[in-house]
T-cell receptor, first 115, second 111 residues
Framework: EDKVVQSPLSLVVHEGDTVTLNCSYE??????LLWYKQEKKAPTFLFML????IEKKSGRLSSILDKKELFSILNITATQTGDSAVYLC???????????????FGQGTILTVHP | ETGVTQTPRHLVMGMTNKKSLKCEQH?????MYWYKQSAKKPLELMFV???????ENNSVPSRFSPECPNSSHLFLHLHTLQPEDSALYLC??????????FGEGSWLTVV
């Protein structure tokens, strides 16, 4: 059974701090790792990581995958109160090469950014 | 705004009620999903429909009954639920195994 574990489960920081969120996984047939941000609504897609060692960046957010050590990190620099959310990591696989995907999620990291 | 629309956004129902959650997307996606998000538990896949055929049922109790009349619409019929079924139910869709996009979710409270 695929397993995704995130740490820490919660984190409280002040604006301007840099945070690192961790995601480790034990899965069969790795395909890609996804990061989502969830405020009090739909999870919104952030990054999809497929190749090891290649950093994905979007503004103050960046993420990297280590397929040898089976983990990924999400970095947020110069945090703002609007970054407060739950950050979800998920393993994505196409089941048996089908035309749909399946996501196995971690528990999420609750990030709170204080002014 | 992901293009996946869920209604109602909030629902309170008694244990003997019958209600339905609705999801629609007009993105041309072939796959639609129901996920459940309970407090302090990871998001769990419930059902997958691909080209309106059910392809995954993650051992979901029969009091949850999905229906997919076409590739754009997905329902979750609810009957004789338990208080522990109270959760956020998220619909999602994807096209040919690419990124999965989520709706805003339906908050369900069973009393």
């Amino acid at each position: 059974e695929d397993k995704v574990v995130q740490s820490p489960l919660s984190l409280v920081v002040h604006e301007g701090d840099t945070v690192t969120l961790n995601c480790s996984y034990e899965v069969t047939n790795f395909r890609s790792l996804l990061w989502y941000k969830q405020e009090k609504k739909a999870p919104t897609f952030l990054f999809m990581l497929t190749s090891s060692g290649i950093e994905k960046k979007s503004g103050r957010l960046s993420s990297i995958l280590d397929k040898k050590e089976l983990f990924s990190i999400l970095n947020i620099t110069a945090t703002q109160t609007g970054d407060s959310a739950v950050y979800l990591c998920a393993h994505y696989t196409n089941a048996g090469g089908t035309s749909y995907g399946k996501l196995t999620f971690g528990q999420g990291t609750i990030l709170t950014v204080h002014p | 705004e992901t293009g996946v629309t869920q209604t109602p956004r909030h629902l309170v129902m008694g244990m003997t009620n019958k209600k339905s959650l609705k999801c629609e997307q007009h993105l041309g996606h072939n796959a639609m999903y129901w996920y459940k998000q309970s407090a302090k538990k990871p998001l769990e896949l419930m059902f997958v429909y691909n080209f309106k055929e059910q392809t995954e049922n993650n051992s979901v109790p029969s009091r949850f009954s999905p229906e997919c009349p076409n590739s754009s619409h997905l329902f979750l019929h609810l009957h004789t639920l338990q208080p522990e079924d109270s959760a956020l139910y998220l619909c999602a869709s994807s096209k040919w195994g690419t990124t999965i996009y989520f709706g805003e979710g339906s908050w369900l409270t069973v009393v």
